[in-house]
């Protein structure tokens, strides 16, 4: 199903991989798991349509929102987990479903680090303590983020060795629920962000300090997730290009490119390139596309495959992204949530070929 009149419906393979377009759906918590009991961290009903829904609209790719690979690890109590079977059967659920539209199932695996254990945001987003389903949160160093929360715990060695290896066991189930791509969170200031940037890491042992030091727990984390992840499927890697820290420690563009082409080498295929999150009160310059040079320069500097996001909302801006080669694929969050067939309306506009579900197909 070659597109010859548009390049977002230019089908886009990397490994043995084939994604039919590069209308792609962000990670996105729902906040919609129980957070206690069996299911915990399990998929619900929310889940099943929403992520259904972005299906049946053609979307290329969806990554699932991110997901705790241990409890622990969760931004609050209410996300999706990747740590037992209960979750697991859920979400193949959701991966079947998706896979019948046509779409490529990933999921993003992640740990929150000092970030994690609060509220859904349209309750306040407020740090919860133990009463509240919360719990104390681990970091690369004892900082906390800000104000409202808790200092957190320094991660000892044997503690950093212990997530290395919840993040390969949730990579394995992954690949159980019928994953096809795993995304790392190291994006926003969550754990492996927070070990990359001095603005978070003040190590003084082989994880901080120089950018070696405080690159390699992401890269034990690649490896790891390597290790167990077929040959055949693709891994991506969502950083945050910048902690919007100018002039002052923080991690910089001029690393992700230096650190994008050392993630390649360790077998990373796509960089999602994100920005910000890691320190609070900074002035991040929003606006459409914001972040699309940062892609660019991953792409055209580093030499690496990636995807745009940021205010991305419409199709011609969509289109000339991915003409004028600033990024390999794009992806749509807020808009998606708005428009779930954003997709379909695309194509109609650029009159390129889109899956439309049978059911439908007295709307075409
Ligand atoms: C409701 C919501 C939940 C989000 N959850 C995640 C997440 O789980 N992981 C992540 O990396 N980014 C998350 N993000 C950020 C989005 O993936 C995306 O990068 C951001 O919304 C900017 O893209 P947009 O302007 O197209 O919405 C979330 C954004 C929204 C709006």
Redesign the pocket.
């Known amino acids: 199903m070659e597109s010859t009149v548009s390049a977002l419906f230019e089908p886009y393979t990397l490994r043995s991989l084939t994604v039919p377009n590069r209308v792609w759906m ?4 729902q906040y919609s798991a129980a957070p206690e009991g069996p299911l915990t961290g399990a998929p619900t009903d929310w889940h099943l349509q929403h992520y259904g829904a972005r299906a049946a609209g053609g979307t290329g790719l969806i990554i699932v ?2 997901t705790g690979v241990s409890p622990e690890g969760r931004i609050s109590p209410y996300d999706l987990g990747i740590w037992n079977d209960a979750q697991v059967t859920g979400l193949r659920r959701i991966t079947d479903f998706m896979k019948s539209q046509g779409t490529v199932a990933g999921i ?1 695996i ?1 740990h929150a680090g000092r970030k994690a254990s609060t509220d859904r ?1 349209w309750k306040g987003g407020a740090p919860l303590g133990p009463e509240e389903h919360g719990w104390a949160a681990v970091a690369p160093s004892a900082i906390a983020f800000d104000d409202r929360h808790a200092v957190p715990a320094e991660l000892t060695a044997d503690g950093i060795k212990e997530i290395v290896g919840q993040f390969a066991d949730a990579a394995r189930r992954a690949l159980d629920a019928g994953f096809e791509v795993v995304e790392l ?1 190291g ?2 200031g969550y754990l492996i962000a927070q070990f990359l940037s001095p603005h978070s890491n003040k190590r003084t042992d082989e994880y901080g300090g120089s950018y070696q030091n405080r690159t390699r727990f992401a890269l034990e984390v690649v490896d790891a997730v390597r290790a167990v992840w077929p040959d055949e499927l693709p891994l991506f890697f ?1 950083i945050s290009a910048t902690d919007w820290l100018d002039g002052q420690e923080g991690w910089t563009a001029d690393e992700t490119v230096r650190f994008a082409a050392e993630l390649k080498a360790h077998g990373v295929d796509l960089i999602d390139v ?1 920005t910000g999150g890691n320190a609070s009160g900074v002035r991040i310059p929003v606006g459409p596309g914001y972040q699309v040079p940062f892609a660019a320069r991953v792409r055209n500097e580093a030499g690496v495959p990636a995807a745009a ?5 419409e199709t011609q801006q969509a289109e000339k992204i991915i003409v004028d080669g600033e990024a390999d694929a794009v ?5 998606l ?1 708005r428009d779930p067939s954003f997709a379909r309306h695309a194509a109609r506009e650029l009159g390129a070929d889109v899956h439309v579900p049978d059911q439908y197909h007295r709307s075409v």
């Open positions: 962000p990670p996105m918590c929102e991110a993003q992640g945001p969170h994006a926003h969502r994100s996001v940021g205010l991305i909302t992806l749509l969050g807020r808009e949530l």
